[in-house]
């Protein structure tokens, strides 16, 4: 079993809809959780972190933690052509040893 | 404010030959990190470094590979003798060392063994 774990998609959804990506990790121990959206041939840029179960607004991004359950999901609203990307969830599995270990991202197509 | 700062953006070597990958973190960061990156594929964790001391370098194949963030001057990603293998994108994060482990990244090297 992976350690983080993601459908590497891609994930298609029409301009404006609601589109929702999911990530499974391993540890139960995890404290922290990100979301990275990296464009073709780009760096990974952080959009979104949650610490505590429930919901995270930001925007159009909804983060939701549900640590019993060991999954963590991204939501974007009104998604637009430029969402268009590579989402990679991170998990920090130990608050001591601090570096994220990512998933292998879910790739996302908005079709205008 | 300069973001963190890789250089060079794109790394063609020989095999048998010697990479080196340079990373100067964002202002007022203390952590660096680095991941490799495969096509298709997330973010591999190789090595976390803050000035003059490895924390962690479990990531980190045992040969050839090295890393060091000297008191002065920008953290080295050194792979001697590469193969075809190590071809890859090779991402440098830092974070400021504090509560905080948002990570943020460069732009990443693009290595090429031929």
């Known amino acids: 079993q992976k350690e983080v774990e993601q459908n590497s998609g891609p994930l298609s959804v029409p301009e404006g809809a609601i589109a929702s990506l999911n990530c499974t990790y391993s540890d139960r121990g995890s404290q922290s959780f990100f979301w990275y959206r990296q464009y073709s041939g780009k760096s990974p840029e952080l959009i979104m972190s949650i610490y505590s179960n429930g919901d995270k607004e930001d925007g159009r991004f909804t983060a939701q933690l549900n640590k019993a359950s060991q999954y963590v999901s991204l939501l974007i609203r009104d998604s637009q052509p430029s969402d268009s990307a590579t989402y990679l969830c991170a998990v920090n599995k130990d608050t001591g040893r601090r570096a994220l270990t990512f998933g292998s991202g879910t790739r996302l197509q908005v079709q205008p | 404010n300069a973001g963190v700062m890789q250089n060079p953006r794109h790394l063609v070597r020989r095999r048998g030959q010697e990479a080196r990958l340079r990373c100067s973190p964002m202002?007022?960061?203390?952590?660096v990190y680095w991941y490799r990156q495969l096509p298709e594929e997330g973010l591999k964790f190789m090595v976390y470094l803050q000035k003059e001391n490895i924390i962690d370098e479990s990531g980190m194949p045992k040969e050839r590979f090295s890393a060091e963030f000297p008191k002065e001057g920008p953290s080295i990603l050194r792979i001697q003798q590469v193969v075809r293998g190590d071809s890859a994108a090779y991402f440098c994060?830092?974070?400021?060392?504090?509560?905080?482990?948002?990570?943020?990244f460069g732009s990443g090297t693009q290595l090429s063994v031929l």
């Open positions: 202002k007022g960061h203390s952590h």
């Open positions: 994060a830092s974070s400021p060392g504090t509560d905080n482990e948002k990570l943020f």
